[in-house]
């Protein structure tokens, strides 16, 4: 783990800001990194913070390229089992009291359009982007995180998402309702800072107990111990696969996968 820090934040007033800060691997979603996120999340928890704005650092062109693919284990285990930092961090923003803020300047890429659904209000500029890419890696994903994506987008959406691992535009993002706003680049902080000082002005008790109350409705799905175990038991059979290796081994070698369906 390197011992030089991957974000920064800072706080003025009411309003938090968290930067991702490691331009040279696009802002990968790797231990030391989510940790460094949920860190400052619970210092300016402490803080009395109103608002937090989620960023990038200023000038990245990756938002953030997902999970560090280089972290995921290879030997048979869940690879993205519940105590993953990504979950963690996931839970840490849905459940923190103050909104979060994601301010996107930029691609987003796998684990990180998770982390970008999970907080509550999306301001993106037109050339952001948007792609969910287990599928070009032969990852499968988890029951919280397809949640996740469910409670951002209609099915159809999050099919077309999965299924193709494609790119989805910020101006159609905020078209079939996954995002807030479109900004213009040079007009992004401006506005971000704006709705946040326009938050902070507000009750932050009325707020916090409004978010939890909509995070516990949103969360109101039914789901049986045999639909969950089922579930469970299929992606079992991906990560347990040859193709799941193949997706490991592929990018790492920088090369286009080779799947079989085995």
Same mark, same amino acid.
């Given at each position: 783990m390197s011992t030089t820090p991957l974000t920064?934040?800072?706080?003025? !007033?009411?309003? !938090?800001?968290?930067?991702? $800060?490691?331009?040279?691997? #696009?802002?990968?979603?790797?231990?030391?990194? &989510?940790m460094e996120v949920i860190e400052a999340l619970k210092v300016l928890h402490e803080a009395q913070t109103r608002v937090v704005v989620l960023r990038a650092r200023a000038g990245s062109k990756i938002w953030s390229a997902g999970?560090? =693919? !280089?972290?995921?284990?290879? $030997? !048979?285990?869940?690879?993205?089992g519940w105590n993953d930092p990504l979950r963690e961090l996931v839970r840490t923003i849905e459940t923190f009291r103050a909104p979060v803020i994601a301010m996107i300047d930029g691609g987003v890429w796998g684990g990180a359009v998770?982390?970008?659904? %999970?907080? $509550?209000?999306?301001?993106?500029?037109?050339?952001?982007?948007?792609? &969910?890419?287990?599928?070009?890696?032969? &990852?499968?994903?988890?029951?919280?995180?397809?949640?996740?994506?469910?409670?951002?987008?209609?099915?159809? =959406?999050?099919?077309?998402?999965?299924?193709?691992? %494609?790119? =989805?535009?910020?101006?159609?993002?905020?078209?079939?309702?996954? =995002?807030? #706003?479109?900004?213009?680049?040079?007009?992004?902080?401006?506005f971000t800072q704006g709705m946040a000082s326009t938050i902070a002005a507000n009750a932050p008790l009325s707020i916090s107990v409004m978010k939890e109350q909509l995070r516990v409705l949103a969360g109101a799905k039914p789901l049986t111990p045999r639909g969950f175990e089922k579930v469970q038991g299929l992606r079992r059979v991906v990560y347990d696969s040859n193709d799941y290796h193949e997706g490991i081994r592929a990018f790492k070698e920088k090369r286009k996968p080779q799947f079989k369906g085995n």
């Amino acid at each position: 783990m390197s011992t030089t820090p991957l974000t920064t934040w800072s706080q003025d !007033g009411f309003v !938090g800001t968290i930067s991702l $800060d490691n331009a040279s691997r #696009h802002n990968a979603l790797s231990h030391q990194l &989510v940790m460094e996120v949920i860190e400052a999340l619970k210092v300016l928890h402490e803080a009395q913070t109103r608002v937090v704005v989620l960023r990038a650092r200023a000038g990245s062109k990756i938002w953030s390229a997902g999970h560090d =693919i !280089g972290e995921l284990p290879v $030997d !048979g285990r869940d690879p993205l089992g519940w105590n993953d930092p990504l979950r963690e961090l996931v839970r840490t923003i849905e459940t923190f009291r103050a909104p979060v803020i994601a301010m996107i300047d930029g691609g987003v890429w796998g684990g990180a359009v998770e982390v970008v659904l %999970a907080c $509550d209000i999306i301001i993106a500029t037109p050339e952001s982007t948007f792609a &969910v890419t287990p599928a070009k890696l032969g &990852v499968p994903y988890n029951v919280s995180g397809m949640m996740t994506f469910m409670s951002a987008a209609s099915l159809r =959406i999050v099919k077309e998402l999965a299924f193709t691992a %494609a790119p =989805i535009s910020a101006t159609r993002a905020e078209h079939v309702g996954m =995002i807030n #706003h479109v900004v213009a680049s040079e007009d992004l902080e401006r506005f971000t800072q704006g709705m946040a000082s326009t938050i902070a002005a507000n009750a932050p008790l009325s707020i916090s107990v409004m978010k939890e109350q909509l995070r516990v409705l949103a969360g109101a799905k039914p789901l049986t111990p045999r639909g969950f175990e089922k579930v469970q038991g299929l992606r079992r059979v991906v990560y347990d696969s040859n193709d799941y290796h193949e997706g490991i081994r592929a990018f790492k070698e920088k090369r286009k996968p080779q799947f079989k369906g085995n």
